[in-house]
């Protein structure tokens, strides 16, 4: 639905086309916005399943816009809808977090694990049972030795190779260590799916729809907080925290090689956009800290953006990143 409202995306170019043009054919649409009939066709098809478009059934089909003002009403709704899901995941949590340690036991969906070297072995047998994907929500604080970094390296590595497809969204503070961001970028480049938002709430990895391992609380409880949560709602709600994130997320891809802005200005948007402070780029890819400034500067022109997160969001709508 919010694709509608991103000028730059194929839905925002055909939306914007009807709202100046008036009633047209895909024909002329596509000429317009220089994009294909196939696309401009199927973009109208989808629009009209979300009431934004009408056709008036003729050969060839006019189409016309409903009025900004519906489309605008629509997504708030449907933004409202998701924050709302966002507050009854959050309130489960908070009450599953607290029943699971009252008096009267353990709800029989979720367990609570006492020792951090059974999280580690119940981590593994998750990515082991893994038939499809593993999720990740990944923040500080870390607890893990450096050989069990390396472990999960070797069979994240191991699965991706069997075709288990693994998402793997971190906190900005990934940029603030030298270990940990070079083993991000490895994975990257071996095939994981990386993307970056500044916070995270919770630590997360879920294995298909089957389990998830959470840590609710990582900075007070530690490791010891650690949850075990089966098939349920309370699961459910957990994949769509995530599916929710990893939209707002913005992606880390490979940095070299893409069209249309040059290796070093990728390099730089993809770090600001996660965060990174001046210096923190200026050390990760080797200028100064003047030479940072100035070319954020310009990408942030070049964008149309006034924060530097709001314009890694940009990049990436516009296939930069």
């Not at 995270?200 to 609710?216: F, M, N, Q, W, Y």
């Amino acid at each position: 639905m919010l694709d509608v409202l991103v000028p730059d995306s194929d839905q925002g170019r055909i939306y914007r086309a009807l709202t100046m043009r008036g009633r047209s054919d895909h024909q002329a649409i596509a000429r317009y916005t220089g994009l294909p009939e196939s696309t401009v066709l199927d973009v109208l098809h989808t629009l009209a399943c979300l009431d934004l478009v009408h056709s008036d059934g003729g050969e060839p089909a006019r189409w016309e816009a409903a009025p900004p003002d519906r489309v605008m009403s629509l997504a708030l709704a449907e933004e409202e809808n998701r924050r709302a899901q966002l507050w009854r995941a959050g309130a489960e949590l908070d009450r599953l977090y607290h029943h699971a340690r009252a008096a009267s036991g353990p709800l029989r969906y979720v367990e609570p694990i006492e020792h951090p070297a059974t999280l580690i072995m119940l981590t593994n047998r998750l990515q082991e049972q893994a038939v499809e994907q593993v999720r990740w929500l990944d923040r500080p604080p870390y607890y893990s030795k450096p050989h069990h970094f390396r472990a999960q390296e070797e069979m994240q590595t191991r699965r991706m190779a069997h075709g288990i497809r693994y998402r793997t969204l971190y906190s900005q503070a990934v940029y603030a260590d030298q270990e940990l961001f070079s083993t991000m970028t490895r994975m990257a480049e071996r095939g994981e799916r990386v993307r970056v938002l500044p916070e995270l709430p919770v630590k997360l990895t879920i294995g298909d729809a089957e389990s998830a391992l959470l840590v609710p609380d990582p900075d007070r409880s530690g490791l010891e907080g650690a949850l075990l949560v089966r098939p349920s709602g309370l699961l459910r709600a957990l994949i769509g925290i995530f599916e929710t994130l990893w939209t707002l997320g913005v992606p880390v891809t490979d940095v070299g090689g893409e069209q249309g802005l040059p290796e070093q200005d990728r390099a730089i948007l993809t770090l600001m956009a996660a965060g990174a402070t001046d210096d923190t780029i200026a050390r990760r890819l080797d200028m100064s800290r003047r030479t940072v400034v100035r070319r954020i500067a310009a990408l942030l022109d070049r964008l149309g953006a006034t924060t530097r997160f709001q314009a890694g969001v940009q990049a990436a709508k516009r296939g930069l990143l």
